[in-house]
């Protein structure tokens, strides 16, 4: 890519963050990075499963660890033959789910201490290939809630 190619490119990145930062009443920023699938496709269904979750987008505003959503989520994505057995997942550097079964050294207190931060980055490994995606999120808020709430379009 060429020198201007690449400063279009982080601009363009900058714009979308900011939009995502900036979401009706958001208060968190979630990158969410899918890898080892077999193609873009599969890990952009995953990536967005987790990102229009409500259930796990509300899971993020209350700093709730509850992170079979994010599982539930994965499945939701309808990824055909996928194997739960060879799925890993880690928010941010604590690695909660390792090839399907709980992550040994994961412990609930270290899942909170990542949702409470203000960015936070899931990272989703499918293990079945080697593309990759990443797509950005915000959380639901009350604020959320009261903004859409209180308008008509």
Known sequence: ?????????EVAVDLA?????????????????V????????????????AHSPLVKTAFFASD?????????????????????RVSFWLDDVHVVDRGARGAAYREEDGQRVMKQDEITVRVDLGRGSARTT????????????????YRS
């Open 135 to 150: 797509i950005w999120t915000c959380d639901f808020s009350h604020g959320y809630v009261s903004i859409n709430a209180d």
């Open 1 to 9: 890519m060429s020198i201007i190619g690449k400063a279009i490119e």
């Open 65 to 85: 660890p509850n992170l079979g959503r994010i599982v539930g989520a994965i499945g939701n994505a309808s990824i055909a033959n996928l194997d739960p057995a």
């Open 35 to 50: 890898e080892g699938g077999r193609d873009a496709t599969e890990c952009r269904r995953v990536a967005f499963a987790i």
């Open 17 to 33: 963050q900011a939009i995502i930062r900036d979401g009706e009443g958001a208060t968190k920023f979630i990158a969410i990075h």
